[in-house]
């Protein structure tokens, strides 16, 4: 445990900063350590990587700004950066691969003691309150992806953690859409209002947004449930040219959080196979909701009518404490002045819109590469937090980014009408 630094500022950030540690260690313990060189999900590194990274990375984005010598300087790189494949590359490496579960654990250690040496001793400066922001919520981020990594992985491979599952509320959700208005949104985050933002959330801009029309709920797996039943799989009409041959090269045929049954669906949950919950949102790819949209005669809202829907919007206190989709009748309390439901925290929700930097953006100079390596027109935002993301980052300015083919996140969608 880290002594208290001189400063009360940076002392609640760094507190905040030990908690994310324990999140994490909560996490990498849901996973039996016989299986921690599994790679559940094909496109990611093995769960070690991670086990490696998080450090690692603390390690490299504070070890120049004390002054600390590498100690190990090849995992320093080796768990420096995850991967972001494109064109269905996938990683070949092998388990044998990579450093023993001790090698790992151990320069975790050092990694820890080194650091909470050099900051028990800190003082503050605006930068040490960036690089503290930045670790923290790097660290949250990383809990969420794990978490949905570990859901594709086999039951017995988990230790199975004390939260249960709340009871599924089944109430009917009777699917409608709200008139929403034309006006102006802002987007982003004011450089000079004293907030943190990651990069890509500067600068604030206005935008002018026509009326149109949007789903009151996200779209449930009872209504995604008709679409598959209708064929939509295959029918080519629906789906974008590289995403049916996506799907056609995959052979995907429903959502990844559904097992197919003789009589139908279950539904993958963390620790178990439930039923289909059908008053819960549906969690696809962008690709499998734009073909949604489509078959609908509708489409995916932008970023900005997104924005716009979300005003009044406050995030349901739901969050980190669920493993599923909430049913819809949970969402009543995140209500947005539009009276539009379950915006924050209760699903990411995928955007039309693709990953590119608002004008005035700046590379944040401690993490380059942050956003900048992804505006390349291969990646959509989304918009809005999960059961599993951390309250920091349910702000609405928060801007989430994934290729259109990546099944595994907590996310879902609303469709629009113009």
Not at 130 to 153: D, G, K, P, S, V
Not at 197 to 221: L, Q
Request: glycine share 8%.
């Amino acid at each position: 445990m880290l002594t208290q630094p001189v400063d009360s500022a940076c002392r609640e950030l760094i507190g905040r900063w030990e908690d994310a540690r324990g999140v994490t260690d909560r996490v990498f313990d849901t996973v039996k350590k016989t299986s921690l060189y599994e790679r559940p999900i094909p496109e990611r590194h093995r769960i070690i990587f991670y086990l490696g990274h998080l450090e690692a990375f603390d390690w490299n984005l504070f070890r120049e700004r004390f002054g600390l010598k590498s100690f190990h300087a090849d995992f320093d790189q080796l768990f420096a950066f995850g991967i972001d494949p494109l064109g269905g590359a996938t990683p070949t490496d092998q388990a044998g691969d990579w450093p023993s579960l001790l090698q790992v654990e151990r320069y975790r250690a050092r990694i820890r003691e080194e650091l909470d040496a050099a900051l028990s001793g800190a003082t503050e400066s605006d930068e040490l309150v960036q690089l503290l922001n930045i670790a923290i919520e790097h660290r949250l981020m990383h809990a969420e992806t794990l978490e949905y990594m570990l859901h594709q992985l086999p039951y017995n491979s988990k230790v199975r953690d004390s939260v249960e599952t709340p009871k599924r509320v089944k109430t009917p959700v009777v699917p409608r859409a709200v008139n929403i208005p034309s006006g102006t949104v802002t987007l982003g985050l004011k450089a000079d209002a004293g907030e943190f933002g990651w990069d890509n959330e500067f600068e604030a801009h206005r935008v002018d947004v026509p009326a149109f029309s949007i789903d009151k709920y996200k779209v449930t797996n009872e209504q995604f449930l008709k679409f598959v039943e209708s064929g939509g799989y295959n029918e080519p009409a629906f789906w974008l040219g590289e995403d049916w041959a996506w799907k056609t090269q995959e052979r995907i045929e429903h959502p990844v959080f559904w097992e197919k049954t003789n009589g139908g669906f279950r539904y993958r949950s963390m620790f178990e196979e439930i039923d289909l919950p059908m008053e819960a949102p549906v969690y696809v790819s962008y690709a499998e909701a734009n073909a949604y949209a489509r078959w609908a005669g509708k489409a995916l809202p932008t970023e900005a009518e997104w924005q716009r829907t979300a005003v009044g919007t406050k995030a349901v206190s739901a969050a980190r404490t669920m493993w599923s989709p909430p049913p819809i009748a949970m969402e009543a309390a995140s209500a947005s002045q539009f009276g539009v439901e379950g915006m924050i925290g209760t699903g990411w929700e995928w955007t039309a819109t693709e990953f590119a930097p608002f004008e005035g953006f700046k590379i944040h100079p401690a993490y380059p590469g942050y956003s900048a390596n992804f505006f390349d027109g291969k990646h959509y935002v989304l918009k809005g937090g999960s059961p599993r993301t951390a309250e920091c980052m349910l702000r609405k300015s928060f801007r989430n980014w994934f290729q259109p083919h990546y099944q595994y996140v907590y996310a879902g969608f609303r469709c629009v009408t113009r």
